[in-house]
């Protein structure tokens, strides 16, 4: 397996080929994989080292891309060869220095040491060392520079941070496939087994300040004195507004201690919602610069680590990275792209680390540098092992940091990511789904500061500012780099093993479990290595948590995933990519205004958060989650100012302590999915309610799903130690009045509890069922003496009997007796109010009414919560009025549902910013009055009442 390259190409590619089939890695490509490719002689040099220190121990290290690379740089299209020494001194050359349009070869055991060139390089391949003057202003104008395996490149050291460096990707027209089909040039790419090390002068990356800045100030107080800051620096403030970008950039003028004075005064206040809550300045100058020339999308450089010797402190990445993340990508490993679309393939990014193994040698480091303006991702760990801190992202479209495909292993501490604008989509929106055309895995995409497809990384003391959505992102089912069988990507979770059994901590069961298949398990099931003191403001959502641990529910609390320290506050909205506003719970608790929000997911414990909401009218939830989760804890957390604090898990022990003050402390929804195969909800509260809100424990019942939900006697509610009944177990209560409310659930579910036939539960009442059929919502019916008004007796307390909520009346509160109660077979919120021009629709939305017929200015109307938009489902709210009234509903002009057929047409409309909405009237006796549901829109109808 020797030999000699003798009579081979210049390359020696036939001869690489033979030494990868002799070692059964053909298929991972050419040598081009291997570090000694650079060797002065051609010969294979450092090869055989990298390949058993590293590929033969890392299945996931493919030298596909290394092989493309190479092909960029072959050495029979060599102008200029380097003989080491200085790159102006003309000896260094031969015949003459490099010019336009050269391509320029260090080889091996060669260094060559740069100050300044004002040629335009094509490429420079580096077999030997490349370094700079670290004391001068070093530039570099190039194209494409690989850095080889024997190659190393220094743009300063430790001993001698560079100065002023830049190097620059040049823009030589739009890239040719025909010379690079992969479109992987044009950047810096570094080869398996390549040593980098850059060095710039270290900066304090963000600093809190010691007071908030308002509009006018100059100078700025630090709570620490910065390191390297300097006159002529840049900083940025982030803006503290969820819905508006008041990022300020300023230069530095003078830094006297912990005062820093800039060169023009700011425009905004930067002022937290309390004092106690921080406001940040962060730097973005660096001495060492990777820039693009150009920053149009197509034709910016990248940056490609294939190496595993790599340190990079203090540089900055200005305008790089290719991959488009407003649109899906073209070559997905899963999923077919869509037709006719322009190139757009993954893994060009602005600092990105590609398949070096996450569990060989020493972590990657990159560390004090700045990522600035990128069209998709930022800093990236693909199968890597990376220590990403006191890094600063920057305007990056995407997401700021990723861990990308689950694998991955390292860390992000005390991270920055400042703005980015994102898809508008939501981080569902283009999972791969069998059958779904233009479905692929392709994430990452919504305006997201942290994206962790795996949970192996430690992410600690991490800020996440001015994103459309999500600052922080958990999608933990794994992204496969190769095709796989559509059932290992199916469900919620997947059944791709991918996860090293050797990196799994204290989940001793996960080790000994049926899931371990050839020492690996899928990253779905594994805990988070660590989540702790991260913090998000400014935001359209603070955390999302999905595929996680779903359906691997279990009571042993040291193996919960812990979201320990997490603060987050100005929590905005979310607009779609067609600037459609999703309110919290629209796409399964995907919207915008949710602080937390745990979705298919179980064993999450949310410990010593503090939730504050941010201004407007729709506040949203402070710790949310979607159908599915189980055992999601809520332990010693402060949440105030959202319209729900928390909102209870479905499923499994979800108990809530700590601090609340929200206008619903607590929202708890029964009846909800069957529960026959997942633990049964049981909600324990035991907090120290604020005087901010209305309602500390709001309890509702879901009808539209499933009747073992509905009717199982299994878990519970209490209040400080007391059982609380729902309202909906009240023994006059009718669960199914019609047969048509009865066809909106799922019947077969009842089997498991009765054989009784379900037509028989319509019209009859709580009690009535439980006496005939021992059937109850929520498994019993509501004792006499437990009364309607939460009065504590025999150890129950009747639990939200009121269940909607009211606005503040002016004056007389006779409307709103007039309509005691909404409550949604749906068990989502309503709230009471007086119907009048400037009221909102919804409970979340911000759609309001325009014009308004005189005659009903001033009616208590109910304001529902606003329904899911995608999903099709027969909602209907129930009203109790005290008296003989005349009910009316406004609803979409252009539609007449037939629930409303017999109702009369006033001919009325009620004009709203979300269009005309015609108004239907019906006379009703006191009692309760059943309004159909709106299955072909999400424009929720408008309810009010008139006494007759």
């Not at 390949?51 to 290290?61: E, F, K, W, Y």
């Not at 202003?137 to 190039?142: D, I, Q």
């Not at 689950?406 to 991270?415: D, L, P, S, V, W």
């Amino acid at each position: 397996m020797t030999g000699t390259h003798s009579g081979q190409e210049e390359d020696g590619e036939t001869d690489r080929r033979t030494l990868l089939k002799g070692i059964a890695l053909g298929s991972l490509g050419t040598a081009g994989i291997f570090g000694g490719l650079g060797a002065a002689d051609g010969t294979v040099g450092g090869a055989v080292d990298d390949v058993a220190g590293g590929l033969l121990g890392d299945d996931s290290h493919d030298g596909h891309d290394s092989h493309h690379v190479l092909a960029l740089v072959p050495r029979d299209a060599v102008t200029h060869t380097a003989s080491g020494g200085q790159w102006a001194d003309a000896t260094t050359w031969g015949d003459e220095t490099p010019t336009d349009g050269a391509r320029v070869h260090v080889p091996a055991e060669t260094t060559l040491t740069l100050t300044s060139t004002t040629a335009r390089l094509q490429t420079l391949r580096v077999d030997g060392t490349l370094r700079v003057d670290p004391e001068t202003a070093a530039r570099l104008l190039v194209e494409t520079l690989v850095v080889t395996g024997s190659g190393r490149l220094e743009l300063g050291s430790e001993e001698t941070p560079a100065q002023d460096t830049v190097v620059t990707f040049l823009d030589s027209g739009a890239i040719d496939e025909s010379d690079d089909p992969e479109r992987i040039g044009r950047g810096l790419l570094t080869l398996p087994g390549a040593t980098v090390r850059v060095r710039g002068v270290e900066k304090t990356s963000f600093l809190e300040l010691a007071s908030a800045p308002t509009s006018g100030d100059d100078e700025l107080r630090l709570a620490a004195e910065p390191t390297g800051w300097t006159a002529g620096d840049t900083v940025v403030l982030p803006g503290l507004s969820p819905d508006r970008d008041e990022d300020e950039e300023r230069e530095v003028v003078a830094v006297d201690g912990t005062s820093v004075r800039l060169d023009e005064p700011l425009e905004y206040d930067h002022i937290p919602p309390k004092s106690s809550l921080p406001s940040y300045v962060v730097s973005l100058s660096r001495t060492v610069r990777l820039a693009s020339e150009n920053d149009r999308t197509k034709r910016r450089g990248h940056v490609m680590f294939m190496s595993r010797d790599v340190d990079v402190v203090g540089a900055e990445f200005s305008d790089l990275g290719r991959t488009d993340k407003s649109r899906p990508v073209t070559d997905p490993a899963n999923g077919v792209p869509p037709k006719d679309a322009e190139s757009n393939p993954q893994a060009r990014y602005a600092c990105h680390f590609h398949r070096t193994g996450p569990t060989v040698g020493d972590p990657r480091v990159v560390r004090d540098c700045v990522v600035r303006g990128s069209p998709g991702w930022g800093y990236v760990n693909h199968d890597s092992h990376v220590r990403f801190e006191d890094n600063v992202s920057y305007q990056v479209f995407g997401a700021g940091f990723v861990a990308e495909i689950g694998t991955e292993a390292g860390t992000f501490k005390r991270n920055f990511a400042l703005r980015s604008h994102g898809s508008g989509s939501v981080p569902d929106g283009r999972q791969f789904r069998e059958g779904d055309e233009g479905a692929i895995d392709d994430f990452g995409h919504g305006g997201y500061g942290f994206w962790f497809q795996g949970p192996g990384v430690a992410v600690e003391g991490n800020v996440a500012a001015g994103h459309r959505h999500h600052g922080f992102v958990y999608w933990t089912r794994a992204k496969p780099d190769r095709e796989v069988p559509p059932g290992e990507l199916g469900g919620v979770t997947g059944e791709l093993a991918n996860f090293p059994v050797e990196r799994i901590e204290n989940q001793p069961d996960l080790v000994d479990s049926d899931e371990v298949d050839d020492g690996m398990v899928p990253s779905s099931l594994v805990k988070f290595r660590s989540f702790r003191d991260n913090t998000v403001f400014a935001s359209g959502g603070g955390l999302d948590i999905s595929r996680h641990r779903f359906g691997a529910h279990h009571d042993r609390l040291d193996e919960y995933s812990v979201v320990d320290g997490f603060l987050a506050f100005n929590i905005g909205r979310h607009y779609s990519q067609w600037d459609h506003l999703r309110v919290p719970n629209s796409r399964g608790a995907q919207g915008g205004y949710n602080g937390v929000s745990v979705r298919y997911s179980a064993n999450v414990r949310i410990r010593d958060a503090h939730l504050v909401a941010g201004d407007g009218a729709g506040r949203g939830v402070g710790i949310n989650r979607n159908h599915a989760p189980s055992n999601v804890r809520v332990e010693d957390s402060t949440v105030e100012g959202f319209t729900v604090g928390v909102r209870a898990a479905p499923r499994g022990e979800s108990p809530v302590t700590g601090v609340l003050d929200n206008e619903v402390d607590v929202q708890v929804i029964g009846g909800t999915t069957d529960r026959r195969w997942t633990p049964a909800q049981q909600v324990d509260v035991e907090a120290e309610f604020g005087e901010g809100g209305r309602t500390n424990l709001y309890l509702s019942a879901e009808f539209d799903d499933d009747l073992y939900g509905l009717f199982s006697p299994e878990g519970g509610v209490t209040l400080n130690g007391e059982g609380v009944y729902f309202a909906e177990q009240a023994a006059d209560y009718v669960p199914f009045p019609t047969r048509a409310d009865l066809d909106a659930t799922e019947k077969d579910s009842l089997s498991a509890l009765t054989d009784v036939a379900p037509r028989k539960l319509v019209g009859k009442s709580n009690a009535e069922l439980y006496e005939e059929y021992g059937l109850a919502v929520e498994g019993s019916v509501l004792p006499e003496s437990a009364g309607t008004d939460a009065a504590v007796e025999g150890g129950y307390v009747a639990g939200a009997a009121d269940g909607s909520r009211r606005t503040e009346w002016p004056g007389s509160d006779t409307g709103s007796a007039l309509l005691a109660q909404a409550r949604s077979t749906e068990g989502s919120l309503s709230e009471v109010g007086r119907l009048r021009q400037g009221e909102r629709l919804t409970v979340y939305g911000e759609d309001t009414v325009q014009t308004l017929p005189g005659k009903y200015a001033g009616l208590a109307y109910v304001r529902p919560e606003e329904e899911d938009a995608d999903a099709e489902r027969p909602t209907a709210l129930q009203l109790s009025v005290t008296a003989p009234a005349t009910v009316y509903v406004a609803y979409d002009a252009e539609t007449r549902p037939d629930w409303l057929s017999s109702w009369r047409d006033t001919g009325d409309t009620v004009g709203t910013t979300d269009g005309k909405r015609r108004v239907y009237a019906r006379e009703v006796d006191a009692g309760t009055v059943r309004l159909g549901g709106c299955p072909d829109t999400h424009r929720m109808y408008t309810p009010f009442v008139e006494g007759r």
